[in-house]
């Protein structure tokens, strides 16, 4: 899928988030090897610490339904400033070791998006580097 496709997927999928909280809404959006997508949105709780982000709920559903390899993901998080997001939303650290269990970290791109126009691509060993996964064990 092109990378702009992704990331209005990850776009649709910030609508849904549950982040009464926070306010900060998070959308991703995941493809596997074989070219299927799955989407995810950041989930909050009133007791704070079980909510989740949207990169993790997208890796959940995808593993949860058999897949296993991954190529890239798109992110678009924020605040709302008129019609954009404010900000580039990097995974946080512990969405970036999930995504070490299952992807190259050499081959494997992170899509930061604010927009469908600007967004930032990198690799996940750029964002995770001397990274500890499976390989390690
Ligand atoms: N969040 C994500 O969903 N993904 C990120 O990459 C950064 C943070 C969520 C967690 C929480 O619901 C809100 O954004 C503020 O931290």
Do not use: W
């Amino acid at each position: 899928m092109e990378q702009k496709d992704l990331i209005r997927k990850a776009l649709e999928s910030r609508s849904m988030a549950y982040a009464p909280y926070s306010k900060f809404k998070v959308g991703a959006a995941l493809e596997t090897e074989d070219g299927t997508v799955y989407s995810g949105c950041n989930i909050e709780n009133a007791a704070y610490s079980p909510g989740n982000c949207a990169e993790r709920t997208a890796f959940f559903k995808a593993v949860s339904e058999g897949h296993r390899r991954f190529c890239r993901i798109a992110i678009v998080g924020g605040y709302e400033e008129g019609m954009q997001v404010s900000s580039y939303a990097t995974p946080c650290g512990v969405c970036r070791q999930v995504m070490m269990e299952f992807c190259n970290a050499g081959t494997f791109e992170i899509i930061v998006a604010k927009s469908m126009e600007e967004y930032k691509v990198y690799k996940l060993e750029e964002l995770l580097p001397q990274g500890f996964g499976p390989e390690n064990l």
